[in-house]
Nanobody, 125 residues
Framework: QVQLVESGGGLVQAGDSLRLSCAASGRTFSNYAMGWFRQAPGKEREFAACISGGGGTTYYADSVKGRFTISRDNAKNTVYLQMNSLKPEDTADYYC??????????????????WGQGTQVTVSS
């Protein structure tokens, strides 16, 4: 059984930083891409960032490029999302997800089959 557990959300001010973590279990972690998605109140879930199993390939949404960094530690089965220069529009629930297929990187939610419970990020102006 795959489990993903996020942590690190909170309430911050605009311009601050946060680091989200997602601990995974139940799958050979290094074989699978991981993604971070977010859902703001009243909006649809959207892609934020993803990283390949080995960590050599990353993709970002235009809205977070240059401010967010996704990384992973395969020895710890954990993926991170470092969020800098946070803006009020970054306020959302953030979810990590693991790819449905091994050795396949995607930015589309349909290509991820297990999701964490979400962690809330609130950025005040």
């Amino acid at each position: 059984q795959v489990q993903l557990v996020e942590s690190g959300g909170g309430l911050v001010q605009a311009g601050d930083s946060l680091r989200l973590s997602c601990a995974a279990s139940g799958r050979t972690f290094s074989n699978y891409a991981m993604g971070w998605f977010r859902q703001a109140p009243g909006k649809e879930r959207e892609f934020a960032a993803c990283i390949s199993g080995g960590g050599g390939t990353t993709y970002y949404a235009d809205s977070v490029k240059g401010r967010f960094t996704i990384s992973r530690d395969n020895a710890k089965n954990t993926v991170y999302l470092q969020m800098n220069s946070l803006k009020p529009e970054d306020t959302a629930d953030y979810y990590c997800a693991i790819a449905r297929r091994s050795f396949f990187v995607s930015r589309q939610a349909k290509d991820f089959d297990y999701w964490g419970q979400g962690t809330q990020v609130t950025v005040s102006s």
